[in-house]
């Protein structure tokens, strides 16, 4: 796209350049050389066009006009050193011929992090009027700009990025990471020829196909391409993966035909698709459909941990800008809902792209230029408020953010490292992949995990089954997950600091329960729950392992609840079955007394359910006191593994 100067400079002067008085340049031969190369550069003809203007410089050094068509070149073809010589040369000659000049002298400075000299060249348009009111505003936010990366730049974050290697990244462009929450599968998006041995395709056409990196004893794996049904002979691309690894979501844009790739249909340019894993296939995508999808453009897709919100990009009508970030909530009917823009402490009026929501569904990281930053676009982030709402955005600071364009970041569930994409001097070619270590101040919560399979205790057949995550002091469902229904395998994430009741249920089973203490803890330790689901038959027991009482004491703490009411669930869910609730001690203390606390506690669960409409006559009770151990009383866990509440099926 040609530069703004020049549009203005061919709407000004159109009708003067047959004109020769109305030149900068009074010089015949300077002028017919300039001519021709206007003529040859509305042709595209860039090359010609500048050994032209060459031509026309050599006989009038003076020619301003020359010299500033010479920068727009120089910018178009990246050549920015030499863009900057040619708009300097032209404010040289003359700063009051054409005072766009120092507006596109700026952003060129500005793209080799020359804040200062750029602040000055903006500083100097805007003394000047014009009725461009659009480049105004432009040159006021390339102040902003430069002015806050003149000072950021002398206070740099610690930063040390670290190529993945030949691995994940080639002598193409990967960008676009996503990553598990156990930082174990790494999925890019490529672009490249089909064939990635070749330079370039048979039809000259390079292609976006997904390709997946297995971390294996300490190193990443060869990258292979996932193939179908995800990859097509299409585009795909801006992919996010659940943090369980379990569902995709992702942008499949449609061909020059109109047609989406291998009879995908769409609503737009660009639809957003998912897929499910099922063992260690994806299914076929489909279309998450309308009102996410619309006739505009939608891309880059972000689930939130709990797999009820997607975050998304649109250029729909309505927006703040260019591109701007929404958000849908899914329904309890399994639909999601009518997009909503996350307003102006995200949007601008430029691209506010790539949302990234981490782990622990508070943080939130995306890439803009409408923000104040180093150039193009930066990388930001800030914190939840409340539903939808996020606090100011924090540019994440140089030098992870420069006078380039850094479009994308994601970060791992402990918060302790980032992954994105960038193009630099160490790299394998064009854009690669690195990682490193995130600064303090910019990491979220800390999130671990608990992973493992849920299998049939009997046949030790893999199970898909309901999963739960609830905070014990709120009651509320943190996360509802499922296991894998191809090998039974989950994995559900643990913001730290909280206390947590785990369920896993399926109909014709007996729930299991776990729960997970995180206060005060690091979260540098993740959990393996393989998870034994019990067929409903008589004799088999559960242990409810969220059933709590002080000391020597047979009240239910109100942690308590949110377990008892799964069991008020379960009973109401299976209106035939009676129970026996039993209470444990461990060996500490009179045993005479531990009998007798057992069965108050025992009879305290079941009164629990009887007030909340189970009726009595399917239920019974019964204290063992310290007479059934399920564990050595040698050791503190084992004696608190010992204290426990139990319900057997009668």
């Avoid at 021709?36 to 020619?63: C, G, V």
């Avoid at 040289?92 to 054409?98: G, K, L, R, T």
């Avoid at 047979?554 to 308590?560: A, G, H, N, R, T």
Wanted: hydrophobic letters at 35%; aromatic letters at 12%; proline letters at 4%.
């Amino acid at each position: 796209m040609k530069k703004i100067f020049f549009i203005l400079f061919v709407f000004s002067c159109a009708v003067s350049f047959s004109q020769p008085q109305q030149y900068s340049s009074s010089s015949k031969k300077a002028i017919s050389a300039f001519e021709k190369a206007m003529d040859l550069f509305n042709q595209r003809k860039d090359e010609q066009a500048e050994k032209e203007l060459k031509k026309s410089t050599e006989i009038d050094p003076n020619f301003i006009e020359a010299w500033s068509v010479m920068g727009d070149i120089f910018s178009e073809k990246r050549q920015t050193q030499k863009a900057i010589e040619a708009y300097q040369k032209a404010v040289e000659i003359n700063p009051a011929f054409f005072p766009a000049n120092f507006n596109s002298l700026a952003e060129e400075q500005l793209k080799l992090g020359l804040y200062d000299d750029a602040a000055k060249n903006l500083k100097t348009f805007l003394t000047y009027k014009t009725n461009n009111l659009q480049l105004v505003e432009r040159a006021k936010q390339n102040l902003k700009n430069a002015l806050f990366a003149e000072k950021e730049i002398l206070t740099p974050v610690p930063f040390s990025p670290i190529n993945l290697g030949s691995s994940v990244n080639s002598r193409f462009e990967e960008y676009l990471p996503t990553i598990t929450a156990d930082e174990q599968t790494l999925i890019v998006t490529v672009r490249a020829p089909k064939d990635t041995t070749k330079e370039m395709a048979a039809d000259n056409q390079l292609y976006e196909d997904f390709y997946e990196s297995k971390f294996e004893n300490g190193t990443w794996k060869k990258r292979t391409n996932i193939g179908p049904p995800i990859n097509s002979f299409g585009n795909e691309g801006a992919q996010s993966i659940s943090p369980d690894g379990q569902m995709l979501f992702f942008t499949s844009c449609a061909e020059v035909t109109g047609d989406y790739a291998d009879g995908r249909k769409g609503l737009g340019s660009c639809d957003i698709f998912y897929s499910i894993k099922i063992g260690n296939k994806w299914s076929k995508p489909r279309n998450i459909g309308a009102p996410i999808n619309s006739r505009y453009w939608e891309s880059q897709p972000c689930i939130s941990p709990d797999g009820t919100t997607l975050y998304f990009v649109s250029n729909r009508s309505g927006g703040k800008g260019k591109e701007d970030i929404y958000y849908s909530k899914l329904g309890a009917d399994g639909s999601w809902g009518v997009p909503v823009n996350l307003g102006d402490s995200i949007n601008t009026t430029g691209s506010d792209i790539s949302p990234f929501i981490h782990p622990d569904n508070e943080t939130f990281y995306f890439s803009s230029d409408g923000q104040i930053g180093f150039g193009k676009k930066d990388i930001f982030f800030c914190k939840r408020k409340s539903e939808g709402a996020f606090s100011k955005p924090k540019n994440i600071g140089f030098p992870i953010n420069t006078w380039g364009e850094e479009s994308a970041i994601i970060v791992s569930a402990n918060g302790k490292h980032a992954y994105y994409d960038s193009e630099r001097k160490e790299g394998l070619g064009m854009t690669d992949i690195y990682s490193f270590d995130l600064y303090e101040a910019a990491r979220p919560l800390a999130v671990t995990f608990v992973k493992g399979k849920v299998y049939n205790s009997e046949t030790k057949k893999e199970e898909e089954a309901t999963i739960e995550l609830i905070d014990l002091q709120t009651q509320k469902v943190i996360t509802q997950a499922f296991s894998n229904p191809g090998n039974g395998e989950y994995l559900v994430c643990l913001p730290i600091n909280k206390n947590y009741a785990f369920n896993v249920s399926k109909n014709g089973y007996l729930f299991y329960s776990e729960n997970f203490s995180l206060k005060g803890v690091s979260g540098n330790e993740s959990f393996k729950v393989d998870t034994p689901l019990k067929p409903i038959k008589v004799g088999e027991t559960a242990i409810l392992k969220n059933v709590f009482f002080n000391t020597a004491s047979f009240e239910l703490l109100p942690d308590s609840k949110v377990e008892l009411m799964k069991l008020v669930d379960f009973m109401q869910k299976n209106p035939s079955l009676r129970i026996e609730v039993s209470g444990h001690t461990d060996n500490v203390g009179d045993k005479q007394k531990n009998l007798e606390l057992s069965e108050a506690r025992a009879k305290s669960v079941m009164q629990f359910l009887i007030e909340n409409k189970i009726v009595a006559t399917r239920l019974s009770f019964k204290g063992f006191g310290d007479s059934k151990p399920i564990d050595s009383n040698d050791t503190a866990q084992g004696k608190a593994n010992n204290r426990r509440t139990e319900f057997k099926i009668l």
